[in-house]
């Protein structure tokens, strides 16, 4: 605990330095890291709830519950709140 309460009382910063055009991908990738995160945070919560509360046949239900496995299993440690 003491360690994040000095974290709290000084001002952290980070830089992060790209060499364009060379790394003009990554820069992109940067610049929309919080729009991804936020999109896959939808997506994944769009499949809890068909998983969750679906009213599919068998088949339909089994292969929802499947996909959203394998996608927690992608993102997991992802921290996506």
Request: with cysteine; aromatic share 8%; glycine share 2%.
């Amino acid at each position: 605990m003491e360690k994040l309460d000095n974290q709290t009382k000084h001002k952290m910063k980070a830089t992060l330095t790209f060499n364009l055009p060379e790394e003009a991908v990554e820069y992109e990738y940067t610049l929309n890291a919080a729009r991804y995160k936020d999109a896959l945070s939808e997506i994944m919560n769009m499949m809890r709830k068909k998983d969750k509360w679906n009213n599919y046949d068998g088949m339909t239900a089994e292969v929802i519950a499947e996909l959203y496995d394998e996608m927690c299993e992608i993102v997991e440690g992802l921290e996506l709140h």
